[in-house]
């Protein structure tokens, strides 16, 4: 407790500075006057001051903390299973952009192509603040690769942010009594890629009936250990949840159907290209740069 209260002052210290160091440069550049030099240093101050006031908006109690970022493929057979994968790459790669690091902690592929799920872990400064309004269903409109007559495709996939709790809430505990616990080989496309031993683990916790997997490690021990960090933080937002009349403004529930309706963004390729935020009306017809991972405008707005 003592740490993260003396890591919390050191953040509170080093953000007043920042502050303090930029009012002694619009100081220094009001007393050197207009010009060219000074219209730079200008332009970098407002940038800084905006980068300030971004992270002023993560008030909430996880927006500091690590991500867990889960992908289910919903209606659209095949199709939804590859836009699956193509969102998984698109946060991977939205990751990657910002300096922060990710792994895929549990993988479920589909028969033929994509995934059907997968649990990915991103880590880095405001993963969660950045990433938890990505939470609800995305469509995608385009000709289908796996038509034999090129026939227009929607599919549907359902993206959920939890965040990576550190500290447990005292108030609830997880009883050994109340998991159970399966073993099963790492899944894979195949050949090399397979395990041969029982290093995946998947837990379910029985009075709730959440359920967790993880083979992203070597050991079972390691897999059980990242999985119950999982399990915590999942029993953390029901607890959270539970104080909420409205348990649908947290986030999405696989119950009210991952498919028409319920899209919280569209994706189209075909018959023209465009991808639009449904909440905010923001738009934008860059849509293979946004699959790269350039969501910088729809996570802002």
Do not use: C
């Not at 028969?111 to 997968?118: D, F, P, R, T």
């Not at 740069?289 to 802002?300: A, Y």
């Amino acid at each position: 407790m003592a740490a993260k209260k003396v890591k919390k002052l050191s953040e509170l210290k080093g953000r007043t500075k920042e502050f303090s160091d930029l009012g002694d440069k619009i100081d220094i550049i009001n007393e050197l006057g207009q010009s060219e030099e000074t219209e730079k240093e200008l332009g970098k101050i407002e940038k800084k001051i905006k980068s300030l006031e971004k992270l002023a908006r993560f008030s909430g109690p996880h927006d500091k903390s690590d991500a867990i970022l889960n992908i289910h493929s919903g209606a659209g057979g095949v199709d939804a299973q590859d836009w699956a994968g193509l969102l998984l790459r698109m946060y991977q790669k939205f990751a990657e952009s910002r300096g922060w690091t990710w792994k895929v902690l549990d993988q479920s592929f589909g028969e033929q192509h994509g995934i059907k799920s997968a649990t990915l872990e991103i880590s880095g400064p405001y993963a969660y603040g950045y990433l938890k309004n990505e939470s609800g269903v995305h469509r995608l409109v385009r000709v289908s690769s796996f038509s034999a007559k090129d026939l227009r495709h929607t599919s549907f996939a359902l993206v959920e942010v939890l965040p990576e709790i550190a500290d447990f809430p005292a108030g609830v505990k997880i009883d050994e009594k109340d998991l159970k616990i399966d073993t099963f080989r790492s899944s894979g496309p195949g050949g090399q890629h397979m395990q041969k031993t029982e290093s995946a683990i998947r837990l379910t916790h029985l009075p709730t009936g959440v359920t967790v997997s993880v083979q992203s490690e070597r050991s079972q021990a390691q897999n059980k250990q990242k999985a119950m960090r999982i399990l915590e933080s999942r029993l953390t937002q029901k607890m959270e949840e539970a104080k909420v009349k409205e348990i649908s403004q947290l986030k999405p529930e696989l119950a009210s159907g991952i498919e028409w309706g319920n899209q919280i963004r569209s994706y189209v390729m075909n018959p023209y290209k465009l991808v639009k935020d449904h909440r905010t009306g923001v738009e934008t017809t860059q849509i293979d740069k946004v699959l790269e991972g350039e969501l910088d405008l729809f996570i802002e707005s």
